[in-house]
């Protein structure tokens, strides 16, 4: 099944790509804390998380030149997941929707059209939240008005202050929910899936070097995802979904996984980031406010030169986001109880004296301290 052998070999290699540039978050000898999942994997010595890494570099390489061999799929997966419960900072978004298309594949693979409709079923969802999810004044503010509008177009702040101008940063999250819902309901995907890579395109160009230059790893994510929107929704047409798909009870867990629990996502109860909350412009961000010469030197490098919205009021800051995109090359995970976690991990690598962990989010009035 060619078609078959293609995908996993698309999903292989920009996850081999992805492993590669974020290398260190996969490491233990790092700058940044490594937040475990259970407490008693605190301790691991750092040899077990290397021997996790190179062993998943080896399945990727194995799988690039024999793709079809459902074995290797689910060691990888078993080792993705392993690596994983080792250090909460791994749950990146990228690594949720690969290790989900590869159980796909080991679970449908030798039924052709049951495959398609589940990997579509997936990619459907990604599209359909990541636009819910950027209904919201954050993503008018930080990412339409300051990224795209400012620094990508020069657009002076006063102009994007016009109304129209400002709401009409709506209109991108509207389009992307529509075109995930094409892919999905559409027997003829073509105009979804041409919507959906100028999307993408439009994102390597807003995100790379011609752009803002910024977050490295979602560049391979992208070109890997308009890959798979032509794989699966122009070239092997089989996800046509409708109630009967629904009914028949096959995709029950790609369902609750990819249209139940995000839906609880805004209420709360699921996380947003399984939830394709990309690019919302209403993550929760924690810095670190630190006294008069109170700085680590080790993490001194990576300390904030400004503090636009006067999280630590003057005083030195050091922004956990800007630590894993510059070290790890990934976001941390953004959820109060990862931060928590991430202020426990840091007390015990390097000595509190009177930091403060300040959590905050759009619209950055209101500032938690980590317990």
């Excluded at 890494?53 to 079809?68: A, D, H, Q, T, V």
């Excluded at 994007?160 to 999905?184: Q, T």
């Excluded at 630190?290 to 300390?303: L, Y």
Aim: contains cysteine.
């Amino acid at each position: 099944m060619p078609g078959q052998a293609q995908i996993i070999r698309t999903v292989t290699f920009f996850w081999l790509i992805a492993k590669l540039i974020s290398y260190k978050v996969w490491l233990a000898d790092r700058l940044y804390p490594v937040i475990p999942v259970l407490d008693f994997s605190t301790n691991m010595p750092g040899y077990f998380h290397t021997i996790l890494f190179c062993g998943s570099l080896l399945l990727f390489i194995y799988l690039l030149i024999f793709p079809k061999n459902n074995v290797a799929i689910l060691l990888l997966i078993f080792t993705e997941l392993l690596s994983c419960l080792l250090d909460v900072t791994r749950w990146q978004p990228w690594e949720y929707l690969y290790l989900f298309l590869f159980a796909i594949i080991a679970t449908y693979g030798k039924n052709k059209e049951r495959l398609y409709i589940a990997i579509t079923l997936v990619l459907a969802s990604t599209y359909v939240f990541s636009g819910l999810h950027k209904l919201n004044g954050g993503f008018l503010y930080s990412v339409w008005k300051i990224t795209i509008l400012h620094e990508l177009f020069g657009i002076s702040h006063e102009s994007g202050k016009n109304l129209l101008v400002h709401y009409s940063g709506l209109l991108l999250p509207v389009l992307e929910i529509a075109a995930g819902l094409g892919i999905l309901l559409l027997k003829n995907k073509r105009l979804p899936v041409y919507i959906l890579i100028t999307m993408h395109l439009f994102i390597l160009v807003l995100v790379g070097p011609l752009g803002t230059n910024y977050n490295v790893i979602i560049w391979p994510w992208n070109v890997a995802m308009m890959f798979l929107l032509y794989q699966v929704s122009i070239k092997n047409n089989y996800g046509y979904f409708n109630a009967k798909t629904v009914l028949s009870g096959r995709y029950a867990i790609i369902i609750l996984f990819w249209i139940v629990l995000p839906v609880a996502s805004f209420g709360g109860y699921w996380s947003r980031y399984f939830s394709s909350s990309l690019y919302s412009g209403n993550t929760l961000n924690m810095d670190i406010c630190f006294g008069e010469g109170e700085v680590p030197k080790e993490i001194d490098d990576f300390r904030a030169k400004k503090d636009r919205h006067r999280i630590c009021d003057g005083k030195a800051r050091l922004s956990v986001l800007h630590w894993g995109l510059e070290e790890l090359k990934v976001p941390p995970y953004p959820e109060a109880w990862y931060y928590n976690r991430f202020k426990q991990e840091y007390e015990k690598k390097y000595s509190r004296r009177d930091a403060a962990f300040i959590m905050y989010a759009y619209p950055y009035r209101q500032k938690q301290l980590a317990e």
